[in-house]
């Protein structure tokens, strides 16, 4: 939809930086389906795939870095907007973010000061008791010690945090009620990539790859 008021919006394409330094035709690579709620997908975008037991079972999602500082760019996150309490079953996250997930994912909590937890599967996700907030159910209580705002707490898919490839084009998920998922092809290896075109990729997803870097490039084996 068009404004209603005469303005300019500057910037420039995403699309037009380039990802490859190798031939991107020898690259090993693998169509994918991202799951829906995760908005725009960039070129270069680290993903991981849902290690759930059910649910969005082997779709692809952004890669969650390890890093926890609510400045990184980490698409795959739900970030509370409430603290989890102790032995806690049911949490809360934004409506547009709860539709990143499904029943019966499994998901984990993590912040910045306690260690990740297990939740387990996804059992309800109430969209329409609260106009501001989503409540999510899941298996597994939390423990005792409260996940908390203050320290970036977030619910993400399970297999999240492994990096598992990189997105080869730019795709668009969509978000809260109109996400769709995408269509997306999934780079393995067998490449050189221009570093400053990755994101959301960090050593720890490096070593998930066992890429490596060589001055503005980074190598996939």
Known sequence: MGRDIPSIVRGVQDDYRKLYYSDDQASL????????????????????????????????????????TGAEEAPARLYLVQDSGTTETELYVTIDDSYKVGVADDVYIVDDTTAKEQLGAITAIDRTTYTNRAKITVTTATGSTSFTTARFAYLAVEGADTCVGIAEKSTDTGTGAD??????????????LYTEVLSNFDAAAIADLSAGSWGIYTYLK
């Open 179 to 192: 996400a769709k998922g995408a269509l997306s092809v999934n780079i393995l290896g067998n490449c050189v």
């Open 29 to 68: 690579k693998v169509p994918v389906t991202i799951m829906a709620g995760y908005g725009q997908i960039i070129a270069g975008t680290a993903l991981a795939k849902n290690g759930s037991a059910a649910g969005g079972i082997g779709k692809v999602i952004p890669y969650d870095p390890s890093s926890i």
